[in-house]
């Protein structure tokens, strides 16, 4: 079967529903385009807040321990080379290719080359993963399941075999990049596609899952969703695992087969993009950024707006709100150059910039 065709049965009978998700976000994409009006600053601000959120969400799906706030002090004051462990290790390596996506992303190519070079670049810092980034595995990587203890109960799917790796891997591309240029099927179908089949192959022996989220965003981009650099998708991945690894399982396992379908997959990849373009949105219809703040991320910041400085204690007895989220939403409004922090350990304080 010709390259630019070997995929096509998976889209027969896509229902209505994935239609009417198309669309809605294309309908977004369009507003985003044409009605920028935020500032530099602050979409600066916003580009750094999501670097922070999803290279500590992408790493986290993969079992990574680091809190944003732990993340962001981490960035703010890396030293190569001095990381405690590997998780530093890995979310200093994302966060640095996922910057380089969101600034370069005109000027990077998509081949083979390129997603080799990615894949370095993502565990360049990482030393358990010396001897295999940037190159195809050489043995197999089914995912599996473990115990408490780590040990391996189970087998969830089985990956393309390591021989098949480099042909399978070179064809996806080859069609993702026809596809993408013919423009005969919807970019968000076709990206849809590469991710589920790129993690069907599982192409690396390691980091396969938070790359295709590396490469969500560079393919988006390519095709002029712009705003995906100041919504985190991988916030949203992380919030929905579960339902993300079943819309992924559902799917493959129909690879192969008479019916192969992405319609599960489709319906968890678009509602999740629906989500992100409908954040974005909110932020054209905006005159404040602190208007994306969930209703209770709000009741912190308007009483932190009463009074000189608080606590994080005083701030949760007197919004009722509960002392986890009260520390999310001031990591938040930190990001986003709100507010400021005074003093350490119990001492610390919080007010209005």
């Known amino acids: 079967m010709e390259k630019n065709s070997q995929f096509e049965p998976r889209f027969r009978n896509i229902p209505s529903e994935i239609w009417s998700k198309i669309t809605k976000i294309d309908e977004i994409k369009g507003r985003w385009t044409g009605g920028v009006n935020l500032s530099p600053q602050i979409l600066g601000r916003l580009k750094m807040s999501v670097l922070v959120t999803s290279a500590g969400a992408s790493t986290r799906i993969e079992g990574s321990k680091l809190s944003d706030e732990e993340v962001e002090k981490l960035i703010q004051g890396i030293k190569i080379g001095k990381w405690k462990n590997r998780y530093e290790q890995e979310v200093s390596g994302y966060y640095e290719l996922l910057k380089n996506v969101f600034d370069s992303w005109k000027t990077l190519s998509f081949s083979e080359s390129a997603i080799k070079h990615f894949h370095n670049e993502m565990l360049k810092y990482v030393s358990k993963d010396e001897r295999h980034k940037g190159e195809y595995k050489k043995t197999e990587n089914d995912v599996v399941m473990r115990d408490e203890k780590g040990n391996t109960i189970g087998v969830v799917f089985k990956t393309v075999p390591a021989y098949l790796t480099p042909k399978k891997t070179q064809e996806l591309i080859d069609w993702t990049k026809i596809a993408l240029e013919e423009d005969k099927i919807h970019p968000l179908i076709v990206i849809g596609n590469f991710i589920v089949e790129f993690l069907n192959i599982h192409p690396f022996q390691d980091g396969n899952g938070r790359l295709s989220r590396i490469l969500t965003n560079f393919l988006l981009l390519g095709k002029g969703y712009l705003y995906m650099p100041y919504i985190s998708h991988e916030k949203f991945i992380e919030d929905n695992k579960s339902d993300y690894y079943i819309a992924l399982r559902r799917s493959q396992k129909t690879f192969g087969k ?96």
């Not at 629906?274 to 709000?298: N, T, W």
């Not at 350490?344 to 919080?350: A, D, L, V």
């Open 258 to 353: 008479k019916s192969e379908s992405i319609t599960p997959w489709l319906k968890y990849f678009l509602t999740m993009l629906l989500k992100q373009s409908e954040m974005a949105i909110k932020l054209l219809e905006s005159e404040h950024v602190e208007k994306l703040l969930s209703p209770k991320q709000l009741s912190v910041w308007e009483y932190l707006q009463t009074v000189p400085e608080a606590t994080p204690g005083e701030i949760t007895k007197k919004t009722k709100v509960a002392r986890p989220t009260v520390n999310q939403a001031l990591n938040k409004l930190l990001r986003l150059k709100k507010i400021e922090k005074i003093g350490s350990g119990r001492g610390t304080r919080y007010r209005k910039l």
